[in-house]
């Protein structure tokens, strides 16, 4: 069992804190200009550093995204500057060329040399 220090007893020597509440302490490191702006928020809402720090971040959460930009939609805008870059070259080919040949230039132009294709970073690994 945990001895609790009595409030009213005179000859303690050990300080008495004070829960104020139930919910869990975090520990914020802030640099100073940003600790100052809250500082200047809370007290122009009349709120302490610590329910200020709790209402920016409440705040926060409201406006933004419920979860962090998706590899999807970095995907769609890859998926749609290729598209972009494949109709552009599509252009530029000699309509003559055989339709293999017209597709062969097209890969390699928007894929790049098989020799490097290692080295890229949107594209998927291949087990060896």
């Known amino acids: 069992m945990i001895e609790v220090s009595d409030f009213g007893n005179k000859d303690s020597t050990s300080p ?3 829960r104020t ?3 869990a302490i975090s520990a914020v490191k802030m640099p100073e200009r940003l600790t100052a ?3 200047a928020w809370a007290e122009a809402h ?3 550093r610590s329910d200020a720090i709790c209402k920016l971040v409440e705040l926060a959460l409201k406006i933004a995204p419920a979860e962090p930009a998706s590899a999807h939609a970095i995907t769609s805008d890859a998926t749609q500057i290729e598209y ?3 109709h552009e070259i599509d252009a530029l080919l000699d309509p003559a060329l055989p339709a293999d040949e017209r ?3 097209i890969r390699r132009l928007t894929e790049g040399p098989p020799e490097f294709s290692h080295e890229r970073i949107d594209l998927p690994k291949h087990q060896r």
């Open 103 to 105: 597709e062969r230039r």
């Open 46 to 48: 009349q709120l302490t």
């Open 21 to 23: 509440g139930l919910d």
């Open 16 to 18: 008495v804190r004070r």
């Open 37 to 39: 702006a809250v500082d």
């Open 84 to 86: 972009i870059a494949v």
